[in-house]
């Protein structure tokens, strides 16, 4: 059973450019978590999506970024018009459910997002 | 609002000892509490889940304490060895949602 795949794991951007980040969750996850880490500071909370719902967008800048979790496919994680304060390491998460004795939550490698 | 301290940011001991790491948090009653260990370029990993009605978890050389009352988490690595050197994170659930709350961090290193 594969773990969480995130790509890329590198992208580099200009300012102004759009960051597109993927997020693929284990086999049978149906849970998604979206968390950045900036340098030298702790994994802060982004976005929480179950397939085709946002549950949770309370961590997210309410501008320029969006996320979604289709029917089919990735969770992509998209970040518009992109400043030097979004270089960061981007985490994707999933869990099976959200029920007692489930809440352990499963990480992908990370995206580290540099803009130039 | 919610606050969770880790008591340092770094901790360095020699191979063989145990490393202890603290985790204090504030206004907050979690049901839970996580620690995940995380390596430089790499996304944190599960170590141990303790509740709030476990006094205490073990799993090999890790060893994990919750008291509710002091708000506060022991993590204990026995006989630790250099591959344990990483960055130690204790997570708390959000009140109310299902995301997780982290600590910063504390930065262990195992001298041989």
């Known amino acids: 059973n594969a773990g969480v795949m995130q790509n890329p794991r590198h992208l580099v951007r200009r300012r102004g450019q759009e960051a597109r980040l993927r997020c693929s969750p284990m086999k049978g996850h149906s849970h998604v978590y979206w968390y950045r880490q900036l340098p030298e500071e702790g994994l802060k909370f982004m976005v929480y999506?179950?397939?085709?719902?946002?549950?949770?967008e309370s961590g997210m800048p309410k501008e320029r970024f969006s996320a979604e979790f289709p029917k089919e496919g990735p969770s992509i994680l998209r970040i518009q018009q992109v400043v030097r304060g979004d270089s960061a390491a981007y985490f994707c998460?999933?869990?099976?459910?959200?029920?007692?004795?489930?809440?352990?939550?499963?990480f992908g490698p990370g995206t580290r997002l540099l803009v130039l | 609002s919610q606050k969770i301290e880790q008591n340092s940011e770094a901790l360095n001991i020699q191979e063989g000892k145990t490393a202890t790491l603290t985790c204090n948090y504030t206004n907050y009653s979690p049901a839970y509490l996580q620690w995940y260990r995380q390596d430089p370029g790499r996304g944190p990993v599960f170590l141990l889940l303790i509740r709030e009605n476990e006094k205490e978890k073990r799993k090999e050389r890790l060893k994990v304490t919750f008291d509710t009352t002091l708000k506060q988490s022991l993590f204990h690595i026995t006989a630790s060895q250099p591959a344990d050197s990483a960055t130690y994170l204790c997570?708390?659930?959000?009140?109310?949602?299902?995301?997780?709350?982290f600590g910063t961090g504390t930065r262990l290193t195992v001298i041989p």
């Open positions: 998460a999933s869990s099976p459910r959200i029920s007692k004795g489930e809440e352990t939550q499963y």
């Open positions: 999506l179950q397939k085709e719902n946002i549950i949770d």
């Open positions: 997570a708390l659930p959000q009140t109310g949602a299902n995301n997780l709350f």
